[in-house]
């Protein structure tokens, strides 16, 4: 599979803050997108909601919405952002991360991945997932972290790294 569509330069940098999220919202990440694996598989694409506490971003659910895709590409229309922002404010969370995934093994942001990411804001994540979710979320081969960090998408260094959670922290 050919790398992702890129004109413009892609920055790298460091995280500012840590991504912090409980090893069950990980678990059902990796089965909703999963879920759009067929015989024709397309990109798929759920948001993390949770909260800004600081630098760090706390993700306690996560959704799936509504969304048109393709083989190549997903989209989700502004009506369906508002109405999981409001299921989320409900909450008292908000939409912190995007995670999709892309068809082949490079999981870099896309220009059109940079355009089309839903109002995003300062210290906002954003994760690609290969092989179209096939791609696991604990293996840095196999998925990417950006941030938006001073009005654009900078992918983060290598080792940077998803502070998971256990359902139960032992003594």
Sequence with gaps: MS??????????????GRLVITH???????ALLASSL???????LVWWLGRRIENDTVVLSVTQPEAQSTSQSVMVG???AGLTSRRARDYGLGIVAQVHTHP????????????????????MFSLVV??????????ADEF????????????????FA????PVQISQ
């Design 24 to 30: 069950s919202v990980l678990g059902a990440t990796q």
């Design 104 to 123: 082949g093994t490079d999981t870099h942001h896309s220009d059109g991945d940079d355009g089309l990411i839903f109002m995003p804001f300062e210290g």
């Design 144 to 159: 990417s972290t950006h941030q938006y960090q001073d009005g654009r998408w900078v992918l983060l260094d290598q080792d």
């Design 130 to 139: 290969s092989e179209y979710g096939r791609g696991r979320l604990n293996s």
């Design 78 to 80: 502004e009506v369906e």
């Design 38 to 44: 067929s015989d024709l598989p397309h990109e798929s």
């Design 162 to 165: 998803l502070t998971v959670v």
């Design 3 to 16: 790398p992702v569509h890129r004109l413009t330069p892609l920055p790298v940098g460091p995280p500012r």
